[in-house]
């Protein structure tokens, strides 16, 4: 073939079974997304093929269909509550429920392995029908959710023989009773990653240690502040293998036995690449930690409130190899110069606040004029009018879901493109100056779409008499299947 020629290859030429080996190379959902709109043989190609399903809004979809869209799904992944619920924006009753997805996907056989849920309502019931109806269960993440309790989390252990992973990160979880951990079975050898640095009670230190020794393939272990330093030190003695660290309570004598028995343990550690936690810490005792931190990629000190600007240098001068850090805003614009000094491989730096419900200006101007491949933006206190937005949802071209709080963006910036929501996952409005009527002309516009008013006053009432009156909280989303029926007294579907 010559240089100028050019050959055209028919994809449909090949049998299904080779498109399906093809599509199993395409983990990106979003890129299986666009797969499935190719043609019809393509959509049932990979409609038979897909395994893992992701969906960004529990409500934009039901689990009947998506189990028929899907027969051979075995991971899912599944949000609930918008994310201004982690700054309690959002009522502890305004939905998520996870029960009916476990409850639909029992049903219909299907044979799930991995479930992550974001911001879910999740009760013990559906922990312990999630353990029994799925023999090759696997993978169960937690994060952000609430409703449930360590008897949910027995029921996991005890009924789950394969699992892989359990992962509790921010959850709201009632501590019933401490020995959960050893409802895992003798027979349980299975586990690679196991945390539950979110638990506030006190655990099982003897089954802890028992079930870390017999897991030889744990990679990742998180630890809760309950956890002292010498299990810490047992527990680093038998899995010298790990990778990733969480370190709970960090608090002793530097000149006790316990810590030089600590000491000599993590120096065993040759494989630790990511290190996290220290919730409770003693900051004399971090020179223990030196050992380990010169091949770390990753170090999240973003919960380590008792670590401070001293302190913290002094530990990052350790991190030469650090791509990854996530810190407090206490390390201070001496401490970032550290940073950028020290840390010549780094790709990723977050800074959070010691105050965790502070807030800065954005410069949603620059935002909407220079951030084309944007998909995720949240907005607060910043813009002085409707064009801030404007600027947002004309420039910001993939975006996907916007969350705006204390911004003086109203109803002609809500009402200008309406369209554009057709393309959005979701639209967050909290202390803004749009009103009951500009929400009721978007409703009526875009009936694909669901827009919910959130008000925990007695003025709920009020609203259908007054369209002039400002909404609190105002929460649009797509959906397939239209308004949910589980919305609270306190929330209002147009």
Sequence with gaps: MSWGSRKTINMNYFPDEVLEHVFDFITSHKDRNSVSLVCKSWYKIERYSRQRVFIGNCYSISPERLIARFPGLKSLTLKGKPHFADFNLVPYNWGGFVDPWIKALAESRIGLEELKLKR???????????????????????????????????????????????????????????????????????????????LRGEINFVALERLVARSPNLKSLKLNRSVPLDTLQKLLIQAPQLVDLGIGSYVHDPYSETYEKLKSAIQRCKSIRSLSGFLEVAPRCMSAIYPICANLTFLNLSYALGLHGNELTKLIQHCRKLQRLWILDCIGDKGLGVV???????????????????????????????????????????????????????????????????????????????????????????????????????????????????????????????????????????????????????????
């Excluded at 996952?425 to 009951?436: Q, Y």
Aim: hydrophobic share 40%.
């Design 340 to 494: 950028a000094s020290t840390c010549k491989e780094l790709q990723e730096l977050r800074v959070f606040p010691s105050d965790p419900y502070g807030a800065e200006n954005a410069a949603v101007t620059e935002e909407g004029m220079y951030a084309e491949q944007l998909e995720m933006l949240s907005i607060a206190f910043a813009g002085d009018s409707d064009k801030g937005m404007l600027y947002v949802l004309n420039g910001c071209k993939k975006l996907r879901k916007l969350e705006i709080r204390d911004c003086p963006f109203g109803n002609a910036a809500l009402l200008e493109d309406v369209g554009k929501y057709e393309t959005m996952r979701s639209l967050w409005m909290s202390s803004c100056e749009v009103t009951l009527g500009g929400c009721k002309t978007l409703a009526e516009k875009m009936p694909s779409l669901s827009v919910e008013i959130i008000d925990e006053s007695e003025q709920m009432m009020d609203f259908s008499f007054d369209d002039r009156q400002k909404v609190e909280r105002m929460y649009l989303y797509r959906t397939l299947v239209g308004h949910r029926n589980d919305a609270p007294d306190c929330v209002w579907i147009l």
């Design 120 to 198: 879910m309502m999740v009760s013990d019931d559906s922990l312990e029908l999630l353990s029994k109806s799925f023999v090759n269960f696997k993978s169960l993440v937690l994060v952000s959710c609430e409703g449930f309790s360590t008897d949910g989390l027995a029921a996991i252990a005890a009924n789950c023989r394969f699992l892989r992973e359990l992962d509790l990160q921010e959850n709201d979880v009632d501590d019933h009773r401490s020995h959960w951990l050893s409802c895992f079975h003798e027979s349980c050898t299975s586990l690679v990653s196991l945390n539950f640095a979110c």
